[in-house]
T-cell receptor, first 110, second 113 residues
Framework: AQSVTQLGSHVSVSEGALVLLRCNYS??????LFWYVQYPNQGLQLLLK??????LVKGINGFEAEFKKSETSFHLTKPSAHMSDAAEYFC????????FGTGTRLQVFP | KAGVTQTPRYLIKTRGQQVTLSCSPI?????VSWYQQTPGQGLQFLFE???????NKGNFPGRFSGRQFSNSRSEMNVSTLELGDSALYLC????????????FGPGTRLTVL
């Protein structure tokens, strides 16, 4: 069965620092992978998706993720954190339904 | 284009009652999926409807049910509410199937007392 694992339930960075949120997947077939963001009291918003077209995927708000088959990883990065990036981030894989990771809460300190 | 709307946004019920939540998808979207989000269990898939038919179902008891109307609007119903049903219920719509990008609504916050 396909699944995703997010390492670190909380990540704290300073404003301007690199953001790295980790996601590893388990899949016997090439997966479709997603990163979603959830701001307080809101639904989920798609940041980016991997559908095997390119291994480096650029998303909204300056985020990007690289699909690494050898490491079964799809980590989310942003070169320079902004205060507005504080939110919860979910990695997800799709089979016949979306299967989410447990989420990583990102805190950004001034 | 208007986004996914969910009503009501907040709901308080007592144990044993039943509740109906509503979701209006983005115009033109035919697939509607429902998710339950809790601090303990995270985001869990409830079910998906496409063209008025349930196409997929998660591992939830039969107290959780749903339906979809001809205009793609969807409702989910929870009967005999339990304290553990307190959660944020999220609806998502997509064009045709779940492999398309899913657009989420703001959710309905259900509190069971």
């Amino acid at each position: 069965a396909q699944s995703v694992t997010q390492l670190g339930s909380h990540v704290s960075v300073s404003e301007g620092a690199l953001v790295l949120l980790r996601c590893n997947y388990s899949s016997s077939v090439p997966p479709y992978l997603f990163w979603y963001v959830q701001y307080p009291n809101q639904g989920l918003q798609l940041l980016l998706k991997y559908t095997s077209a390119a291994t480096l995927v650029k998303g909204i708000n300056g985020f990007e993720a690289e699909f690494k088959k050898s490491e079964t990883s799809f980590h989310l990065t942003k070169p320079s954190a902004h205060m507005s990036d504080a939110a919860e981030y979910f990695c997800a894989v799709i089979t016949d339904k979306l299967i989410f990771g447990t989420g990583t809460r990102l805190q950004v300190f001034p | 284009k208007a986004g996914v709307t969910q009503t009501p946004r907040y709901l308080i019920k007592t144990r044993g009652q039943q509740v109906t939540l509503s979701c209006s998808p983005i115009s033109g979207h035919r697939s509607v999926s429902w998710y339950q989000q809790t601090p303990g269990q995270g985001l869990q898939f409830l079910f998906e409807y496409f063209s008025e038919t349930q196409r997929n179902k998660g591992n939830f008891p039969g107290r959780f049910s749903g339906r979809q109307f001809s205009n793609s609007r969807s409702e989910m119903n929870v009967s005999t509410l339990e304290l553990g049903d307190s959660a944020l219920y999220l609806c998502a719509s997509s064009l045709a199937d779940s492999f398309n990008e899913q657009f989420f609504g703001p959710g309905t916050r259900l509190t069971v007392l």
